[in-house]
């Protein structure tokens, strides 16, 4: 089986040569945009891509404000940050996650608390949430605390695993019963849509990350998504330096960031949005192609919750054992296909070892479960 599964994919993607798990993609005007910044000079803090990026990440998922920030990681610090996480504070998020999301609270002096996942999603599962809390915390008009030490549970951050949007309904619901802002991790998510709605509008606050390997890249970036005009204007104002307006003087009111994308960056972003409705239409046909291969398998295709439209950032199978997940593994990198398991569980890395958390029986029988398979996007088209 695993020797069909490297034909396969070498068939997909039409090559004998290496083939990467997800790699950038640029046909559009990316070297135009670029080519302008360095021609007219602005290519750090100032120029008219940042803006023009912002605006188009605003009409593309619906969001009230984007800020552009230099990575994922620094918008989902400074959403944490808008949201009022409190250095000392706990922070509710999967240990079925990349690092990333736990550096960001990290960075704000809180701790994580982990929680299972959804089947159906991989994603923050509502259900574990709402049991988690009802054993361990209590709430009031202040906020939501942990019963053992009455520290403050500051926020809820669901990460949407591979594009596949969590149950955010019910997330929303057990936030507003326990009182605790939702900040949506929605790095790997840009494409997805939960009920029609795009993923990181829902929460309070939400991040997109556009590093190299996510669907769409600027090199390093990320964005800020609020639901609330004064809140993202706020936020902008934070995450350059909090400089407040005048012709020549600097005053700054409060502590900022500089974590400001540069133009160089968001004029790259600017074509990949132009992009982005092929690449997402290329990623879907790539999954329909996955799933018709593995079905009648003994793997099982992770397919998007019914409830959501994923953009199959990256494509996963389910293995039936640890042992044909690890020969599968090996027989396809020794192929040059590359394939990768799913991250360690966050609570196995040293500096996150003695977090509290709830029962993980899902995130564990992924952990041990499951593959990516290549996933880039297909310049000249499949046929299906
Ligand atoms: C990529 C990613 C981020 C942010 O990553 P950056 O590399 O800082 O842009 C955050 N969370 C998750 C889950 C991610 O996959």
């Known amino acids: 089986m695993s020797a069909d599964v490297v034909s396969f994919i070498r068939e997909l993607y039409r090559t004998n040569d290496f083939v990467p798990l ?13 080519t302008e910044t360095i021609e007219s000079t602005f290519v750090s803090s100032v120029g008219k891509y940042v803006d023009d990026f912002e605006r188009k990440i605003e009409a593309y998922t619906g969001s009230i404000k984007a800020i552009a920030t230099v990575n994922g990681t620094a918008a989902l610090h400074t959403a944490l940050y808008m949201a009022g996480v409190k250095s ?11 690092v990333a999301t736990c550096n960001a609270l990290h960075h704000m002096g809180a701790e994580p608390i982990f929680v299972d ?11 574990a949430l709402d049991n988690y809390l009802t ?13 053992t030490n009455n520290r403050r549970i500051g926020a809820v951050v669901p990460m949407h695993t591979f594009g596949h949007p969590a149950e955010l309904d019910e997330i929303v619901a057990v936030c507003a019963k326990w009182n605790i802002s939702l900040v949506e991790d929605a790095a790997e998510s840009l494409g997805s849509f939960y009920k029609g709605k795009h993923t990181g509008t829902i929460g309070d606050l939400g991040a997109l990350s556009f590093n190299g390997n996510k669907i769409i890249t600027t090199g390093g970036g990320g964005m800020v998504l609020c639901k609330d005009a004064d809140l993202g204007k706020h936020t902008k104002h934070v995450t350059t330096t909090a400089k407040v307006p005048h012709p ?8 900022g960031f500089n974590y400001r994308l540069p133009n160089l960056n968001a004029a790259l972003g600017c074509a990949q949005m132009e992009s982005l409705p092929g690449f997402l239409q290329q990623k879907r046909l790539i999954a329909q192609q996955y799933q018709a291969f593995f079905a009648n398998t003994e793997f099982d295709f992770v397919d998007e919750p019914d409830y959501a439209q994923s953009n199959y950032w990256l494509n996963a199978v389910i293995c ?17 296909v590359m394939t990768r398991p799913i991250w360690k569980l966050m609570h196995r890395l040293p500096f996150l070892s003695n977090s509290l958390r709830g029962d993980l029986t899902n995130s564990e029988f992924i952990e041990a479960h499951l593959i990516n398979l290549p996933s880039s996007p297909i310049l000249d088209g499949i046929e299906v």
């Open 117 to 127: 996942v959804a089947k159906v999603s991989l994603s923050l599962c509502p259900v």
């Open 88 to 98: 000392g504070d706990y922070v509710i998020t999967q240990a079925l996650t990349f």
């Open 248 to 255: 020549y003087e600097f005053f700054h009111d409060e502590p």
């Open 135 to 147: 054993d361990n915390a209590y709430s009031n008009d202040k906020g939501c605390f942990h019963k």
């Open 320 to 336: 039936p054992d640890e042992e044909t997940r690890d020969r599968l593994l090996k027989t396809t990198n020794e192929a040059g």
């Open 22 to 34: 997800h790699a950038p993609t640029f046909n559009g005007n990316e070297l135009k945009y670029v």
